[in-house]
């Protein structure tokens, strides 16, 4: 079991959209004060499990290992993911998870859009939240408006080669898939940077005029699903 706080998750091979290359696709985890995790994504407004606006789901579980497990298994739900990296909070600042909360239920009802609100802008502002500024690692969290595409966004992350692996193999899921919205209990919060009216508004980076060129996302070299 490792001492990390937060997970981000990595799918390096889709999607295939927009005639652009295979651009990556993330989503994100983060520890309870009770030691359970919560684990979502955003997977699009065409994912077959989907609203039908932006393809969100979230899940609660008991621990580290099971919010791995859970990325591991949405490969049975057309909605696959391959490696993850260990985030855990920087000394002396602490982790914000009703904040991350809020934030998750904020991000549920944002209509999806390929550039400007995807996953990896989602998946930046629920871990941006917990962080209290996206404090991981001794080093902050990349801003997506200078990584919009996520495979370099995920390479942008810098952990150690330890926190870096591969997710464990899938298991057969035991029941139907629900996006599981119910459990987000919290009201939602539009986070201060994405708030037009605040000083710490963080514009989103404009849509690219030209094709973007893939990016390549080296392998883990550690085991799956094994804590540093």
């Given at each position: ?93 602490w982790p914000d998870p009703d904040a991350a909360l809020r934030v998750m239920a904020w991000v549920s009802a944002q209509p999806y859009q390929l550039f400007g609100r995807n996953c990896m802008n989602s998946t930046y502002d629920v871990l941006r939240a917990f962080s209290r500024g996206g404090h991981f ?92």
């Amino acid at each position: 079991m490792s001492q990390a706080n937060a997970i981000v998750v990595l799918c390096p091979k889709r999607p295939d959209l927009a005639g652009q290359p295979l651009l990556g696709h993330v989503g994100w985890g983060f520890e309870l004060p009770d030691g359970q995790w919560m684990v979502g994504a955003v997977e699009g407004d065409g994912w077959s499990n989907g609203n039908g606006m932006n393809g969100f789901w979230s899940r609660r579980v008991p621990g580290e290992r099971q919010a791995t497990q859970v990325f591991a298994n949405m490969v049975h739900q057309g909605a696959e993911y391959n490696y993850f990296k260990y985030l855990t909070m920087t000394s002396q600042v602490w982790p914000d998870p009703d904040a991350a909360l809020r934030v998750m239920a904020w991000v549920s009802a944002q209509p999806y859009q390929l550039f400007g609100r995807n996953c990896m802008n989602s998946t930046y502002d629920v871990l941006r939240a917990f962080s209290r500024g996206g404090h991981f690692n001794g080093k902050i969290l990349p801003n997506p408006d200078f990584n919009w595409i996520p495979n370099g966004w995920f390479n942008a992350i810098q952990v150690p080669q330890s926190d870096y692996h591969h997710l464990p193999p899938a298991s057969q899921p035991v029941q139907a898939f629900a996006a599981a919205q119910e459990e987000l209990q919290a009201a939602a919060e539009c986070p201060d940077w994405r708030n037009p009216e605040s000083e710490n508004y963080l514009p989103v980076g404009e849509a690219p005029n030209e094709a973007v060129e893939a990016v390549e996302v080296p392998p883990p070299v550690n085991a799956a699903g094994v804590g540093g």
